[in-house]
C-alpha cells in the first residue's frame, strides 16, 4: 500500500512464456498489493507456465485483441 491505496499491478501479455516470471519477479512488492495477468489469446504457454507456477493469473482474453485492445481491456477490468 502506498499512502493506504491498493497498488495493483495489471500486466497485459501475448505470447510472454519466456519473459513472464523474470517481468513478475521485477515489480516491487515492497509497495505492489496485487498482480493481474491478463492474457491476449497467446498461442504459446504463457497461461500454463503461469499457472504451474502459482504466480498471479486473471483471466484470458477470449480472441486476440491485439497490442491496444488488450491494453484497453485491461483498463475496462474486463474482457
Known amino acids: 500500500m502506498?499512502?493506504?491505496?491498493?497498488?495493483?499491478?495489471v500486466l497485459p501479455a501475448y505470447n510472454a512464456e519466456k519473459t513472464l516470471i523474470t517481468t513478475y519477479r521485477e515489480i516491487p512488492f515492497d509497495i505492489v498489493d496485487e498482480v493481474i495477468l491478463v492474457d491476449d489469446a497467446s498461442i504459446d504457454h504463457t497461461v500454463e507456465s503461469?499457472?504451474?507456477s502459482s504466480y498471479p493469473y486473471a483471466r484470458p482474453v477470449a480472441k486476440n485483441l491485439g497490442y491496444g485492445g488488450n491494453q484497453k481491456s485491461c483498463y475496462r477490468g474486463s474482457s
Open 2 to 9: 502506498v499512502r493506504n491505496k491498493k497498488v495493483v499491478v
Open 50 to 52: 503461469c499457472e504451474e
